[in-house]
């Protein structure tokens, strides 16, 4: 954490809400479409669970740790490259939105990025063992305070500070829990350097992973948003952006 100076932040007027790329949601089994891909001897079933997440329009990555290596190879096989966003639901996106909100409320003007921004550094987007192709770059991202002149257009057009909008973990583990971590990283937009940054987690359990891709998935959208909305404004109380 890195908690910005209270004068500071007191002058800031208007504020752009920047959401980061989102990783591939990872689901281990045995919460994976009502189980049915516990059933390691039916390729079909899993076809069809790989067909079914992949085709959806979340971002998602089933993470089979403990499936045998031919279905591991099919699974591989089916993955696809990072969706363009305007044919996503992107957490980042509703996560900016909500901070966008809430700051909004407490007097400053606040606007959204229609640009999602890339994780820097990152190379492969598929499926590992570890995830580390993706979590690496999020952690550089996190704690790099090396300055940026990337948002210095943004400057000129009255934005005061921008604030990255990224998530860490995300993810369905093996006892059924969503785990989530957000980040909030503050930037200058003139001098380009680090500002604050802050981040939350939460591990919260999903008793209804059976029907959560129902209805375009709305079930399972509307749950991430309630674990996850809780963590942004954590961070932006913990930035000084919204009061205690």
Same mark, same amino acid.
């Given at each position: 954490?890195?908690?910005?100076?209270?004068?500071?932040?007191?002058?800031?007027?208007? /504020?752009?809400?920047?959401?980061?790329?989102?990783?591939?949601?990872?689901? &281990?089994?045995?919460?994976?479409?009502?189980?049915?891909?516990?059933?390691?001897?039916?390729?079909?079933?899993?076809?069809?669970?790989?067909?079914?997440? &992949?085709?959806?329009?979340?971002?998602?990555?089933?993470? &089979?740790?403990?499936?045998?290596?031919?279905?591991l190879?099919?699974?591989?096989?089916?993955?696809?490259?990072?969706?363009?966003?305007?044919?996503?639901?992107?957490?980042?996106?509703?996560?900016?939105?909500?901070?966008?909100?809430?700051?909004?409320?407490?007097?400053?003007?606040?606007?959204?990025?229609?640009?999602?921004?890339? /994780?820097?550094?990152?190379?492969?987007?598929l499926?590992?063992?570890?995830?580390?192709?993706?979590?690496?770059?999020?952690?550089?991202?996190?704690?790099?305070?090396?300055?940026?002149?990337?948002?210095?257009?943004?400057?000129?057009?009255?934005?005061?500070? /921008?604030?990255?909008?990224?998530?860490?973990?995300?993810? /369905?583990?093996?006892?059924?829990?969503?785990?989530?971590?957000?980040?909030?990283?503050?930037?200058?937009?003139?001098?380009?350097?680090?500002?604050?940054?802050?981040?939350?987690?939460?591990?919260?359990?999903?008793?209804?992973?059976?029907?959560? &891709?129902?209805?375009?998935?709305?079930p399972?959208?509307?749950?991430?948003?309630?674990?996850?909305?809780?963590?942004?404004?954590?961070?932006?109380?913990?930035?000084?952006?919204?009061?205690?």
């Open positions: 954490q890195l908690q910005p100076d209270p004068e500071r932040v007191s002058r800031v007027r208007n /504020i752009e809400f920047v959401p980061m790329e989102t990783p591939p949601l990872i689901i &281990f089994p045995p919460y994976v479409a009502g189980q049915i891909a516990r059933r390691e001897e039916d390729i079909n079933a899993i076809k069809a669970v790989s067909s079914l997440l &992949f085709q959806g329009q979340l971002g998602l990555l089933i993470y &089979f740790s403990t499936f045998p290596g031919y279905l190879r099919e699974l591989e096989s089916r993955q696809m490259d990072y969706p363009a966003p305007v044919e996503m639901w992107i957490p980042t996106v509703e996560f900016a939105r909500e901070a966008s909100r809430l700051v909004a409320a407490a007097g400053k003007a606040a606007t959204v990025s229609s640009e999602i921004q890339p /994780i820097p550094g990152i190379q492969d987007r499926r590992s063992l570890t995830m580390e192709n993706w979590l690496g770059p999020i952690r550089d991202w996190y704690n790099d305070e090396s300055p940026s002149a990337k948002y210095a257009g943004l400057a000129v057009k009255g934005i005061d500070l /921008i604030a990255e909008v990224g998530i860490s973990n995300y993810e /369905i583990g093996h006892s059924g829990y969503l785990i989530l971590q957000v980040i909030v990283k503050l930037i200058d937009p003139r001098s380009g350097q680090l500002v604050g940054r802050a981040r939350a987690f939460s591990s919260t359990d999903f008793k209804a992973m059976d029907k959560a &891709f129902d209805n375009d998935a709305k399972f959208k509307d749950f991430v948003l309630q674990a996850g909305n809780p963590l942004v404004l954590t961070c932006l109380r913990e930035l000084r952006l919204v009061p205690k």
